[in-house]
T-cell receptor
Framework: EAQVTQNPRYLITVTGKKLTVTCSQN?????MSWYRQDPGLGLRQIYY???????DKGDVPEGYKVSRKEKRNFPLILESPSPNQTSLYFC?????????????FGPGTRLTVT | DQQVKQNSPSLSVQEGRISILNCDYT??????FLWYKKYPAEGPTFLIS?????DKNEDGRFTVFLNKSAKHLSLHIVPSQPGDSAVYFC????????????FGTGTQLKVEL
């Protein structure tokens, strides 16, 4: 089954404690992206990757890091989480160069930073 | 700067009637538009899309209309069903600019019996 998986689904942590949210897709997609969803703001892009070892900032990259060492995985790293990073996070993937632009989303990770 | 706007945070419709969800955009470089549906505790799922070379795209009960001159698109759901109750996000991209999606803020649709 074609899917994007994220782990963990729920996470409560404290300010300053480094954490990683994993994302994996099994569709051989080149493009992967992280979004955060906040009330009244919709989904905003954090970082994206066009292929292995190619990453770039989205609209709200501050406080986040990513890496793309393998095509299927795109982890999101919060080196020193702060309460304003409490949010619902989504990973997404899509193919490139095919004229198909739909992105497939993971189920989301709800992060609370206290 | 909100480049994609959904000005109605919520919409309530009776089962069997038409639901019309609206979306406006400001960036004239956007040339492809998508609608996503999102249920609680799930990720957004793709619903329907339209290229700027068209003004209408239909898929079953779902039709998207695009008015480029007004920078406006709408999603029509006919007939509406209780299972359509969800948050609907409008998204836009510039096809020559990679796959970056710019999302609206979403409209919560409630279809009542």
């Amino acid at each position: 089954e074609a899917q994007v998986t994220q782990n963990p689904r729920y996470l409560i942590t404290v300010t300053g404690k480094k954490l990683t949210v994993t994302c994996s897709q099994n569709m051989n997609h080149e493009y992967m992206s992280w979004y955060r969803q906040d009330p009244g703001l919709g989904l905003r892009q954090i970082y994206y990757s066009m292929n292995v070892e190619v990453t770039d900032k989205g609209d709200v990259p501050e406080g986040y890091k990513v890496s793309r060492k393998e095509k299927r995985n795109f982890p999101l790293i919060l080196e020193s989480p702060s309460p304003n990073q409490t949010s619902l996070y989504f990973c997404a993937s899509s193919s490139l160069g095919t004229g198909v632009f739909e992105q497939y989303f993971g189920p989301g990770t709800r992060l609370t930073v206290t | 700067d909100q480049q994609v706007k959904q000005n109605s945070p919520s919409l309530s419709v009776q089962e069997g009637r038409i639901s019309i969800l609206n979306c406006d955009y400001t960036n004239s470089m956007f040339d492809y538009f998508l609608w996503y549906k999102k249920y609680p505790a799930e990720g957004p799922t793709f619903l329907i899309s339209i290229s700027s070379i068209k003004d209408k795209n239909e898929d079953g009960r779902f039709t998207v209309f695009l008015n480029k001159s007004a920078k406006h698109l709408s999603l029509h759901i006919v007939p509406s069903q209780p299972g359509d109750s969800a948050v609907y996000f409008c998204a836009a991209l510039r096809t020559g600019g990679g796959n970056k999606l710019t999302f609206g803020t979403g409209t919560q649709l409630k279809v009542e019996l």
